[in-house]
């Protein structure tokens, strides 16, 4: 847990710089993308814009041509031309109302036509409404329509929108067609045609083509004039400023758009009526879903970065984990235990450092084997020279007892006993060898217990029964000997009775099984455990005990080293009833076990 | 321990990419959040289109309040003389708690009570056209009615100057109403007490204006000129005078732009108007109210301007649309 939290291992090194990195890279694309999809939806936005705003001028446009279309027919209806070339032509009483028939149904036929009206030149006028009077406190001559049409008699004059005054107690907001009238006999200039358009149709076109929550269109003529603004008054008292001069750069030199603030002004130009119509768009209104595409954006990179998050650490993971397998098991043999890796899931480098290790460790571990082998040799030759070291104190007591028979003069038990400490040495030799025949053991144990009997002087018999089939079978040497030993120091010695050390010696499913029984004072079952104690400590342990039991220790010890540990010595005692202990090791012939 | 790892350091990741992409967008373009709640706006009168001047005030305020991304909801009393029935209204608004009131008062002194009433629940005020005696309203947006009395008056003395009866009088329209005691105090400063001949108060009522000018043309016989100090106490003066076939004879200066009117000022029975400009008294009065809820500084007199128009300037175009508004098309 902290191993990963800390900056040092592979794992979170890899894994913080592969996240700096990718992070990194993300949100640079982030930004770039980003920035680009702000740019494309606002190029678009105002493509988007323009089309409607050529729509708006288009549709303008048609409709200034329809009126158009009107004028022409009606200058040449005969009617009114014969209305025109009349002297008097009011008093001609059916000329009139026939003629405003006419005009009538113009105005019928178009909804959007406020006035059409017809005008000598010696300013007698004819309505469309026999109602209508011409307003008396105006002075049409003055009138733009009016002069423009006769100086350019002939062309179609569209005028910028005002307030129509001509009709007495009407006011209305118009944009004006008028033209000359010429004779279609003599082409002298007539009179003046006037064509009103209900300025609100094209101030609806306006207002109904706008972009966005906020966005509107104004439009104004050659000249720079306002013909429409939505919020005229507030640009007449100067409480909203628009930019003209660079609008007028725009559609005298061409360009697509003009950008001022959080505003975008277009312009596009009608040719048939020499206005300009500008569109405004506001920036908020083009990026209207900022916020959510903010959010999207944010979302993917959070998205990308969790996956790549997740991928970087299955691959650093998959990097450090046998690593770390590794480790942990490198790491027992800090506890002396050589485990092996053997096959791991992992990259080539690493699985052969893992072969390498193995090999390693095995090597290890013959090595260790070896060793303990040879220390093992160590002990046991160490035990050699133990049990090859005769208790000095047996050997000059034993030479004091022939000494003083010899004084006694006598000779036959002196040849007896020394006959039988050579036979003893001898066997104890027996050529280096470690096993010897169990009959040669119990020769062995026959002298020594010769040579004890004659020192004790009847204190003491001795009985053997072997089983015949083992006598041929081989024995650690100098098993039995310190056992008899055990048996007279520690049990008959201190008896006030006559002794009986018994030998016997069975077979059992290859299991020999020897007993040395004595019937001297025995032991208290203090002294019983710390004899059985001592059996089953270990050499080292041993070192620090009391010589008591040595030598029994010491033939335990030699046969669960040569024969593995189920096998050994075995006590029995009870105070008083003497001491049995019992020898058991496998039954083998030869010396197959060296 | 890894999924903590990954968790912290991907929600880190977002939080700088949003932080930062929101310094980006800044940087384009500035954010306006619409300012919360209702702007309740309590006008002088309800009618309609019989009174131009608050419908184009109304034009205003529905132009500004889709600009600024305001709500708003439009009520007063039928008549500008109804004074009890506005104070009604504004109480009923208080309560609605609205996040600023615009209140076009009726009645110069007899509103103040409400008024403060709002300030005390922490609704700011903003009083339209005509104020209170009070300063608790944070903006007062209307024309300087002193000064447009003032362009009155002077207009009316120099039609004086050529005339021979030099009297005045003056048909006001309520008698506690602000604009009507500052034009009338704008008329008197020009014109010097001692040429008009005194004050009548028609109720806002044109026909009584007809009334009582029919019958003061006969009382006195000295009078030269008359000034009406708004639309319908003009219009019942131009009426009157023209009626009783004296177009020409007696000076009329009016105030405001009904049609009427400016059919008889294209007659030459009114011979100048005073024109306010009640578009952008109601667009100024909403943008004031957005800027203040969002926490900007709000002029406390905003004064909209006036103009004096004359026949001859009638049909300048800068003064068309103010003379002769286009109404009923705006969505």
């Known amino acids: 847990m902290k191993r990963s939290l800390t900056f040092g291992t592979l794992e979170s090194r890899i894994y913080t710089i592969f996240t700096v990195m990718i992070f990194s890279a993300i949100f640079v694309m982030q930004l770039v993308a980003f920035r680009y999809t702000v740019d494309t939806v606002r190029t678009t936005t105002i493509d988007n814009n323009r089309v409607v705003l050529q729509q708006l001028v288009k549709q303008i446009d048609s409709y200034i041509t329809g009126m158009e279309q009107i004028s022409d027919a009606v200058s040449v209806d005969p009617e009114i031309q014969k209305f025109l070339g009349s002297d008097s032509p009011f008093e001609d009483e059916g000329l009139s109302p026939g003629i405003q028939r006419t005009i009538n149904n113009y105005i019928q036929a178009r909804e959007d036509i406020s006035d059409i009206l017809i005008m000598r030149m010696d300013r007698s006028t004819l309505t469309s409404h026999t109602d209508d009077r011409i307003n008396p406190w105006t002075a049409i001559q003055d009138k733009d329509w009016f002069y423009r049409a006769v100086e350019e008699a002939g062309q179609t004059i569209v005028s910028s929108s005002y307030v129509q005054n001509i009709i007495w107690g009407r006011y209305s907001w118009v944009v004006s067609l008028s033209r000359g009238i010429k004779s279609l006999e003599d082409g002298a200039l007539k009179g003046v045609l006037l064509v009103d358009l209900k300025f609100n149709r094209i101030r609806e076109l306006c207002e109904s083509l706008v972009i966005g929550q906020k966005g509107y269109n104004f439009i104004l003529d050659d000249r720079g004039n306002y013909v429409f603004h939505p919020t005229q008054q507030l640009v007449y008292s100067d409480i909203r400023v628009e930019p003209l001069g660079p609008i007028t750069e725009l559609f005298q030199e061409g360009g697509t758009w003009y950008q001022e603030e959080d505003r975008y002004y277009m312009v596009e130009s009608s040719d048939i009526t020499d206005w300009h119509v500008v569109s405004v768009v506001y920036e908020s209104d083009i990026i209207t879903e900022w916020k959510s595409l903010q959010l999207i ?155 004890q009997e004659m020192r004790y002087q009847d204190k003491f018999l001795y009985d053997i029964h072997m089983d015949p089939d083992l006598l041929d079978l081989t024995i650690l040497k100098i098993t039995l000997q310190p056992l008899v030993e055990n048996a007279i120091y520690h049990g008959i010695k201190e008896a006030d009775h006559q002794g009986m050390i018994t030998i016997t010696g069975t077979l059992e499913e290859n299991v020999v099984t020897l007993e040395v029984r004595d019937n001297g004072v025995g032991m208290d079952s203090g002294q019983l455990a710390n004899l059985i104690a001592g059996l089953q400590s270990s050499p080292e342990e041993r070192s620090r005990m009391n010589r008591q039991g040595l030598g029994v220790r010491n033939v335990h010890e030699r046969i669960r080293l040569y024969f593995g540990g189920e096998y050994g010595l075995v006590c029995r005692s009870a105070p008083g009833e003497g001491t049995s202990i019992t020898v058991r090791f496998p039954a083998c012939s030869g010396e197959v076990l060296q | 321990m890894k999924k903590w790892y990954i968790l912290m350091l991907s929600l880190v990741a977002a939080l700088v990419l949003f932080m930062v992409l929101a310094v980006f967008y800044d940087s384009t373009s500035r954010e306006i959040t619409p300012p919360e709640g209702t702007v309740e706006i309590i006008l002088k009168s309800n009618v309609g289109p019989a009174m131009d001047f608050w419908s184009v005030v109304v034009q205003g305020i529905q132009d500004a309040a889709r600009e600024f991304d305001v709500d708003y ?111 009338e105090r704008g008329v008197r400063m020009a014109l010097g007490d001692e040429n008009i001949i005194g004050t009548w108060f028609c109720d806002a009522d044109e026909d009584i204006s007809y009334r009582i000018t029919t ?117």
């Open chain 2, 73 to 183: 909801e439009i009520s007063g009393p039928r008549f500008e003389k109804e004074i009890n029935r506005q104070i009604n209204i504004m109480d009923s608004v208080i309560q609605k708690k609205p996040s600023l009131i615009i209140l076009a008062a009726a009645d110069y002194v007899r509103l103040v009570d409400s008024v403060e009433q709002a300030e005390a629940l922490g609704i700011p005020v903003i009083t339209l056209d005509s104020g209170v005696k009070s300063d608790v309203p944070v903006s007062f947006v209307a024309t300087d009615n002193l000064e447009a009395g003032i362009k009155a008056g002077e207009e009316m003395r120099r039609l004086m100057e050529n005339h021979e009866r030099k009297k005045v009088l003056i048909m006001s329209h309520i008698a506690e109403t602000a604009t009507a005691i500052d034009r």
């Open chain 2, 215 to 331: 019958d003061l043309l006969q009382k006195h016989p000295d009078l030269g000129g008359i000034v009406g100090l708004n639309e319908m106490a003009s219009l019942g003066v131009a009426r009157a005078v023209n009626d009783a076939g004296r177009k020409g004879d007696i000076l009329v200066v009016a105030f405001d732009n009904a049609v009427q009117e400016l059919s008889f000022l294209e007659e030459g029975v009114i011979h100048a108007t005073v024109v306010q400009r009640p578009y952008n008294m109601g667009y100024l009065s909403v943008k004031a109210a957005a800027d203040y809820l969002k926490g900007g500084t709000v002029a406390p007199l905003m004064d909209t301007g006036s103009v004096l128009i004359t026949k001859e300037n009638m049909f300048e175009r800068q003064y068309q649309e103010l003379l002769f508004p286009v109404s009923g098309i705006k969505k």
């Open chain 1, 297 to 451: 954006y944010t979302l993917i990179g959070l998205i990308l970065f969790l996956i790549v998050g997740m991928a970087t650490n299955k691959v650093s993971s998959g990097i450090t984990k046998p690593v770390r397998r590794l480790q942990d098991i490198m790491q027992s043999v800090e506890t002396g235990e050589f485990r092996l890796v053997g096959e791991i899931k992992a990259t080539d480098e690493i699985r052969a450092l893992a072969r390498e290790y193995d090999i390693m460790v095995t090597r290890i571990r013959e090595l260790m084997e070896a060793n303990v082998r040879e220390q093992e040799q160590k002990r046991k030759s160490d035990l050699k020279a133990l049990q090859a070291q005769i208790n000095p104190h047996f050997l000059y007591n034993t030479l004091d007892s022939i000494i003083w028979m010899g004084e006694m003069k006598q000779s036959e038990k002196v040849v007896q006993m020394t006959s039988a400490l050579s036979k003893l040495f001898r066997i104890s030799i027996s050529k280096g060898r470690e096993l010897i025949p169990i009959h040669q053991e119990l020769e062995h144990v026959k002298s020594y217990l010769t040579i």
